[in-house]
């Protein structure tokens, strides 16, 4: 099993650009997640989807958009790309939405913004 | 507002002691504790979980202790082995039944030989 694939593994903007962060998962997830890791923070959550075509904000929505339109993938746009987006994205899955259910993460997407 | 604090970015074992990450949390409504572990260029990956109604959880080297009052919980790993070094994160979900995660900063482990 692949888990969750993501795509690229790293990646330079430059500012204004825009691009597309590939997720896929194999695992028929209902629940998918972005997260972001600045450096010597914890991760935040950007949106979450509960299942094709239901996406909704997390804590750091601005300046990104979401689409659900398969199970297996939800990929994160970034439209204008700002220094400040400059980050480990991660996306997850994960079975259920009990509270102490596992995520399953992806290796994250290392991008810089110039 | 941080709800979900580790106060100590690192910390260094000798191999075959015991290794105690501590976190704290400022949310009393925490139905459940999650402790990941994250290797370099890797995801993070789950390592076991609390239920706000107990104190204690334990699996095989790790045990997650939970002190309610104090609004603090620690992992202990006993005993350490060099593949323990990583960087782990406390977690707990944002809305009661959710899988959406409020992480601390994380504590980076290095069990040295």
């Known amino acids: 099993n692949a888990g969750v694939t993501q795509t690229p593994k790293f990646r330079i903007l430059k500012i204004g650009q825009s691009m597309t962060l590939q997720c896929t998962q194999d695992m028929n997830h209902n629940y998918m997640y972005w997260y972001r890791q600045d450096p010597g923070m914890g991760l935040k959550l950007i949106y979450y989807s509960v299942g094709a075509g239901i996406t909704d904000k997390g804590e750091v929505p601005n300046g990104y958009n979401v689409s659900r339109s398969t199970t297996e993938d939800f990929p994160l746009r970034l439209e204008l790309a700002a220094p400040s987006q400059t980050s480990v994205y991660f996306c997850?899955?994960?079975?259920?939405?009990?509270?102490?259910?596992?995520?399953?993460f992806g290796q994250g997407t290392r991008l810089t913004v110039v | 507002d941080q709800q979900v604090k580790q106060n100590s970015p690192s910390l260094s074992v000798q191999e075959g002691r015991i290794s105690i990450l501590n976190c704290d949390y400022t949310n009393s409504m925490f139905d459940y504790f999650l402790w990941y572990k994250k290797y370099p260029a890797e995801g993070p990956t789950f390592l076991i979980s609390i239920s706000s109604i107990k104190d204690k959880n334990e699996d095989g080297r790790f045990t997650v202790f939970l002190n309610k009052s104090a609004k603090h919980l620690s992992l202990h790993i006993v005993p350490s082995q060099p593949g323990d070094s990583a960087v782990y994160f406390c977690?707990?979900?944002?809305?009661?039944?959710?899988?959406?995660?409020?992480f601390g900063q994380g504590t980076r482990l290095t069990i040295n030989p």
């Open positions: 977690a707990a979900p944002l809305i009661q039944g959710a899988q959406k995660l409020v």
């Open positions: 997850a899955s994960s079975y259920s939405t009990w509270g102490n259910t596992e995520a399953f």
